[in-house]
């Protein structure tokens, strides 16, 4: 099988510099040559803790170019390029420019370095999002998580936009909450994440990923009455359930990153610029979905998968000052080669229990494990969200519910999450190295190697208003 590191980054190449010209391995011919050399307008620091490099890049009378990666292959490119994953060392790009004759040009050469986040070398140091650490994780529990690292995260900001559902449209989808990369809206794609925007979870810039769920919304009632109150349409009003989060003060992990087949070996981190959702937003009553892939439970029940599986396909009536928890777990098995498909779903897939002695296993179909990311929320039910009659999280809906919530038909049935990567490559590498191959319960961003994350960072926190129940526009 292809070295992993090695197969990411050349689907990731291909997909950025290849046209329909030459696939040559050696630098092309310099006979009769003619036209100006390329001159680069913009190109990396010297030294460079990015894993990904922009170019801008002229020439007179140029018709084409070609470029040259690390002594790679030879392919049409074109100005402005963008070149991901990087990994730390030396890198060259070569680019020639081509007249309309054909005739190519001398060689325009840039040079850089991508240093370690780690542990830095000359003109860097260690990141600025790394912080150092004498607190050593410790053994994941048995019947547990085989291997786990957790982090925190603030709430970025609220909004109707979907970028991996409805790109480039604006206000296209149900009202959404945000975490992570604190600029994401629906012209977010994988260039702009990846190169802008800070984070509101740990690591900031070294976790740059985007992470939203539907909003969960609690009917609005007049506290002093105890009536029902309408929206300005005089329809009922609704308002936002916000999450528990967690920060430099509060420890609440809320989005882990974990094993789903039993041989940790086998995994491998997650390419950068995969998209996925997990999760059924038309889910409903008569259509439940798996409690394997999302679910709902109240907090006292204390749930377990493997000592009280009590779960619920809907939001359960958890009473003051209980919370409700949500899960959604997503699939861990890539198809290797697509970093998105028509549906956002069929180029992933979840593992199968094989009820032998290799446990979980990727299937053919999908045969490449990578880590397994799942979102834990927190809600609680407090006197200025629960129903007045009972105290609880009765008549709570999510804002992509298509259905009539009753005492009798709960809401949350349409659960999803969707995710879109942005980790540093190196600091994924990291996590999958330090904490979950080696079965340990890495906490709060620690990341097992005597560094962890960077506190947690508030966005802009801007919410937006509840629409047609939260079904938008």
Same mark, same amino acid.
């Given at each position: 099988?292809?070295?992993?590191?090695?197969?990411?980054?050349?689907?990731?190449?291909?997909?950025?510099?290849?046209?329909?010209?030459?696939?040559?391995?050696?630098?092309?011919?310099?006979?009769?040559?003619?036209?100006?050399?390329?001159?680069?307008?913009?190109?990396?620091?010297?030294?460079?803790?990015?894993?990904?490099?922009?170019?801008?890049?002229?020439?007179?009378?140029?018709?084409?170019?070609?470029?040259?990666?690390?002594?790679?292959?030879?392919?049409?490119?074109?100005?402005?390029?963008?070149?991901?994953?990087?990994?730390?060392?030396?890198?060259?790009?070569?680019?020639?420019?081509?007249?309309?004759?054909?005739?190519?040009?001398?060689?325009?050469?840039?040079?850089?370095?991508?240093?370690?986040?780690?542990?830095?070398?000359?003109?860097?140091?260690?990141?600025?999002?790394?912080?150092?650490?004498?607190?050593?994780?410790?053994?994941?529990?048995?019947?547990?998580?085989?291997?786990?690292?957790?982090?925190?995260?603030?709430?970025?900001?609220?909004?109707?936009?979907?970028?991996?559902?409805?790109?480039?449209?604006?206000?296209?989808?149900?009202?959404?909450?945000?975490?992570?990369?604190?600029?994401?809206?629906?012209?977010?794609?994988?260039?702009?994440?990846?190169?802008?925007?800070?984070?509101?979870?740990?690591?900031?810039?070294?976790?740059?990923?985007?992470?939203?769920?539907?909003?969960?919304?609690?009917? #609005? /009632? $007049?506290?002093?009455?105890?009536?029902?109150?309408?929206?300005?349409? %005089?329809? =009922?009003?609704?308002? !936002?359930? *916000? +999450?528990?989060?967690?920060?430099?003060?509060?420890?609440?992990?809320?989005?882990?990153?974990?094993?789903?087949?039993?041989?940790?070996?086998?995994?491998?981190?997650?390419?950068?610029?995969?998209?996925?959702?997990?999760?059924?937003?038309?889910?409903?009553?008569?259509?439940?979905?798996?409690?394997?892939?999302?679910?709902?439970?109240?907090?006292?029940?204390?749930?377990?998968?493997?000592?009280?599986?009590?779960?619920?396909?809907?939001?359960?009536?958890?009473?003051?000052?209980?919370?409700?928890?949500?899960?959604?777990?997503?699939?861990?098995?890539?198809?290797?080669?697509?970093?998105? #498909? /028509? $549906?956002?779903?069929?180029?992933?897939?979840?593992?199968?229990?094989? %009820?032998? =002695?290799?446990?979980? !296993?990727? *299937? +053919?179909?999908?045969?490449?494990?990578?880590?397994?990311?799942?979102?834990?929320?927190?809600?609680?039910?407090?006197?200025?969200?629960?129903?007045?009659?009972?105290?609880?999280?009765?008549?709570?809906?999510?804002?992509?519910?298509?259905?009539?919530?009753?005492?009798?038909?709960?809401?949350?049935?349409?659960?999803?999450?969707?995710?879109?990567?942005?980790?540093?490559?190196?600091?994924?590498?990291?996590?999958?190295?330090?904490?979950?191959?080696?079965?340990?319960?890495?906490?709060?961003?620690?990341?097992?190697?005597?560094?962890?994350?960077?506190?947690?960072?508030?966005?802009?926190? #801007?919410?937006?208003?509840?629409?047609?129940?939260?079904?938008?526009?």
């Amino acid at each position: 099988m292809m070295n992993k590191s090695l197969f990411v980054f050349i689907s990731v190449l291909t997909l950025t510099l290849t046209g329909c010209g030459s696939s040559e391995d050696n630098p092309p011919s310099l006979d009769s040559v003619s036209p100006a050399a390329p001159t680069f307008k913009l190109k990396p620091e010297s030294v460079t803790q990015e894993a990904f490099a922009t170019f801008e890049f002229v020439a007179d009378d140029a018709v084409n170019f070609e470029c040259q990666l690390d002594g790679g292959h030879v392919t049409d490119c074109s100005s402005p390029l963008f070149l991901y994953p990087l990994s730390p060392q030396e890198h060259q790009l070569s680019v020639w420019s081509l007249d309309i004759n054909g005739k190519r040009s001398e060689v325009a050469i840039a040079q850089w370095r991508v240093s370690s986040v780690f542990s830095g070398g000359s003109g860097t140091g260690v990141h600025a999002d790394l912080v150092a650490t004498e607190v050593q994780p410790t053994l994941a529990a048995e019947d547990s998580w085989r291997g786990i690292f957790r982090i925190n995260c603030d709430f970025a900001h609220a909004g109707y936009n979907d970028p991996i559902v409805f790109p480039g449209q604006a206000n296209a989808g149900h009202l959404h909450r945000f975490y992570g990369n604190t600029l994401v809206d629906e012209n977010t794609d994988t260039t702009s994440l990846l190169t802008s925007g800070e984070s509101s979870c740990q690591g900031n810039e070294l976790n740059r990923s985007s992470y939203w769920i539907p909003a969960l919304l609690a009917p #609005s /009632y $007049d506290l002093q009455t105890g009536e029902r109150m309408l929206d300005a349409q %005089g329809e =009922p009003a609704w308002h !936002v359930v *916000p +999450a528990v989060v967690g920060n430099d003060e509060e420890t609440h992990e809320i989005f882990y990153y974990s094993a789903g087949v039993d041989d940790l070996e086998s995994i491998q981190t997650i390419p950068l610029g995969l998209k996925m959702i997990a999760g059924n937003h038309m889910a409903q009553p008569g259509n439940e979905q798996d409690s394997a892939v999302v679910r709902w439970h109240c907090q006292s029940w204390e749930s377990t998968d493997a000592g009280n599986p009590r779960w619920s396909t809907g939001i359960p009536e958890c009473r003051e000052p209980d919370r409700l928890r949500m899960d959604i777990f997503f699939p861990s098995c890539w198809n290797g080669v697509d970093l998105d #498909s /028509y $549906d956002h779903k069929s180029h992933l897939a979840y593992p199968i229990n094989t %009820g032998g =002695p290799q446990g979980s !296993v990727c *299937p +053919a179909s999908h045969p490449v494990p990578i880590i397994r990311v799942s979102f834990h929320y927190a809600f609680g039910v407090k006197p200025e969200v629960s129903d007045p009659e009972t105290n609880s999280s009765r008549g709570w809906r999510l804002a992509s519910d298509r259905y009539e919530v009753t005492p009798f038909t709960p809401g949350g049935m349409s659960l999803h999450g969707d995710w879109f990567n942005a980790w540093h490559p190196e600091v994924l590498e990291t996590v999958l190295k330090e904490c979950i191959q080696q079965r340990l319960d890495c906490h709060d961003g620690n990341l097992a190697n005597g560094f962890r994350l960077s506190g947690t960072r508030p966005g802009t926190q #801007s919410e937006a208003a509840v629409i047609n129940m939260g079904l938008g526009y």
